[in-house]
């Protein structure tokens, strides 16, 4: 059984950790899309961040496919980014995960990541996703991002952004930090041997703050991760460790939970664990975490009657042979 759950048990009486990090599953893709540099300086930026999410995803035995760095010959970047979303499944339980380094823009009506050739909008990204129900991250590290998250957000998906406004349309440094903590295992807060998509968030933006605050500089990007499908965001100063302690708006599920359960990277151990158990045991942890954010509107001994049977549901999910 892993370390979290003994951790969880330790907690009961005072609150819950937040659920661990869960290995990628079979089939989990990574397409990487590096933007239009403008000068060389950001296309040498960007070209390291890709390397890193190349380096990440070969560790993971993640496929993995880069738009944007090779001659586009006939076919734009627009057109092989198109082409490349309708060729991934739409079901499953394998994750996609769609990165974007680059530059944006935002006119006030609609955000734009600066392609070579015709540029991606947020509302046609958007459109190309709307028949998938497999897990995905949406990650746009580019300038005036913050418009993606609302027109993209939804039941499984993460989507993080670089900016809380399409109006912070300043070089975005997050990027460059996400990319190296993404297989960095010192971005692992929770130390159970995995860095989440979540954990490199914060610690990325960890990195970003201390940039800013060292060269004495107003920032000019603030980071968003949003989970829970509200299109809200959340802002990385809202967490305690891995766990967002503010919400949004009343009753709005707080972002985080299924951003620990996205990882590239991840143990041995977790390897080794079935799909089916891995799925079953997604879910459990889910529900857990929403029983957490729901004690103060139970009675104790609802409150610890749910608890005891989810608990028992996870300790009986380990006792499988394979587990």
């Not at 000068?39 to 560790?59: I, L, N, R």
């Amino acid at each position: 059984m892993r370390r979290w759950l003994a951790g969880f048990l330790a907690m009961a009486v005072s609150g819950f950790a937040a659920p661990d990090a869960v290995p990628s599953a079979d089939g989990t893709m990574v397409l990487v899309v590096v933007g239009a540099a403008g000068e060389a300086e950001y296309g040498e930026a960007f070209g390291k961040a890709a390397d890193h999410w190349e380096k990440a995803a070969e560790q993971a035995g993640a496929k993995h496919l880069a738009i944007g760095r090779a001659d586009p010959g006939k076919a734009s970047d627009l057109d092989q980014l198109r082409q490349a979303i309708d060729a991934e499944p739409k079901e499953g339980a394998g994750q996609l995960w769609i990165v974007f380094i680059g530059h944006g823009t935002f006119d006030g009506k609609e955000a734009k990541f600066n392609l070579r050739g015709p540029d991606l909008t947020a509302s046609d990204l958007a459109l190309w996703l709307q028949p998938f129900h497999r897990p995905l991250a949406i990650i746009d590290t580019s300038s005036s991002s913050a418009p993606f998250l609302s027109k993209l957000t939804g039941p499984r998906r993460v989507v993080i952004t670089a900016t809380r406004s399409g109006f912070e349309q300043n070089y975005a440094r997050f990027g460059q930090y996400l990319a190296e903590a993404i297989g960095d295992p010192q971005a692992d807060l929770d130390k159970d041997g995995e860095t989440s998509l979540l954990e490199a968030f914060l610690s990325a933006s960890a990195r970003l703050a201390e940039f800013y605050k060292t060269e004495g500089r107003l920032a000019t990007e603030h980071p968003l991760i949003d989970d829970n499908g509200d299109g809200l965001g959340t802002p990385p100063d809202w967490f305690h460790g891995v766990r967002a302690y503010k919400k949004a708006k009343d009753g709005a599920t707080p972002d985080g939970p299924l951003a620990q359960q996205f990882v590239l990277v991840h143990s041995a151990a977790e390897r080794k664990l079935p799909p089916a158990v891995r799925e079953r045991r997604d879910e459990l942890e889910l529900a857990l975490a929403k029983l957490r954010d729901a004690k103060a509107t139970l009675t104790e001994d609802e409150y610890y009657r749910r608890l005891e049977l989810l608990l028992l549901d996870l300790a009986r999910l380990y006792e499988q042979p394979g587990s």
